[in-house]
């Protein structure tokens, strides 16, 4: 690690001690491990390595020097932060409390959100989602809970073998659903069509995630699967994933956003987005994918209705872990009790289908970053609750593929404006 950066660190690593202002030890143990991997270690090349392998021959001296130079670099902040952050922090809260919960919330958001409001509201969609997969669940196997027909799903449902295997599949959704959605629903043309299925480096945090073209399109927009270590991989989940990754998700609203530079700060194409927007647009796309009948195979619907559930319960144990909140005396799981880390990883194997590996980094993202997992379900509802109001105001005469690429080129805002933006669209 350059002299720099280790001053830096230094530095606030002094104040943070004078305030005691440190990450919950959860936060620090993963970081810790995910440095290390992307350093890399034994037979493993690390992040760096891997980055750099498929780049041209005439650079290789060049590229091959810059990524052990990257390699030692965070060789030396992980040994940091094993060594001398992670004995201090210890003792550190994971629990963020009301104040601060606020202001990130606000961060993430765009607005000054009534959490108890909130709060209240997921558990009612909490209920009408776990219904509506109960009756779903029945059309996978008669008989079966949701969870029961998850992990029939998980074992005998479609699945892919290999990572390439995978790879290729996903690509295949995500262009199908261009085909089908372009001139119907969306007007799809130049770097709005292209997109990419790529497999996740090693280190890489275990859900799937998209990356953005670069602003002359010169790279394109990549959707990113985690294996984790895993080579066969069922696929009654991911297809709404994808469908929120890449088409019509963030790939169409990120893309368009940046074809709209011309109109558009460089900030607004760019770092200035609102994550409960940009969330809510795709979780916004699975809901809307249903609607037009893309999950006619029960197997993917229950699919569809589990991530919907998923995020739900992100806004239930996220708000209910920061806040200590109560459980609901009507609620059908530990009613009355306060939430705790402890009790919010019980409800989501309880009643979420996805794997273990999975749901343990969901916690641990939840208790690092207060407010942000909140914002796909509370984005969702402010994108429909948009959709609607502006139906009402055209009528008859509402175009669903106008509004579809107007909202997609607008700017960056919060969810304290969103919805009223969208409704004059």
Sequence with gaps: MSAEPSRAIGRRWRKASVARLFSGPRQVSTVIEQIGSWAGAGDSPGWFAQFVADGPQSLRAELEAAADQAAAASAGF?????????????GASDIAGRELYLRSARLHTGADLDLDEAYSWAWGEFARLEAEMREEAQRVLPGATPMQAAAHLEEHGHSVK?????????????????????????????????VEAMIAPEGSAA??????????????????????????FPTWQVVSTWYHEGVPGHHLHLTQRMRCADQLSRYQTTIGGVSAEIEGWA??????????????????????LDEQLLRTIRVIIDIGMHLELEIPADAPFHPGERWTPELATEFFATYNGSPAELRDSEIIRYLGWPGQAIGYKLGER???RGREAAREAHGAGFDLKAWHMKALSQGACGLDELTSRLSVL
């Design 78 to 90: 992980r040994d940091w932060l094993r060594d001398e952050y992670a004995p201090a922090a210890v």
């Design 283 to 304: 979780l916004y796309s699975e809901r809307f994918m249903d609607e037009l009948g893309f999950f006619t195979d029960p197997g993917r619907r229950l699919g569809f």
């Design 207 to 232: 859900a799937p995630y998209y990356t953005e073209p670069s602003l002359d399109f010169t790279r394109t927009g990549r959707t990113w699967l985690p294996t984790l270590g895993r080579e066969v």
């Design 382 to 384: 402010a994108w429909l």
């Design 162 to 194: 290999g990572a390439e295997g995978i790879r290729a599949w996903l690509q295949q959704i995500m262009d199908e659903a261009i085909e089908a959605l372009d001139g119907t629903h969306f007007d799809l043309e130049g770097p709005l069509r292209q």
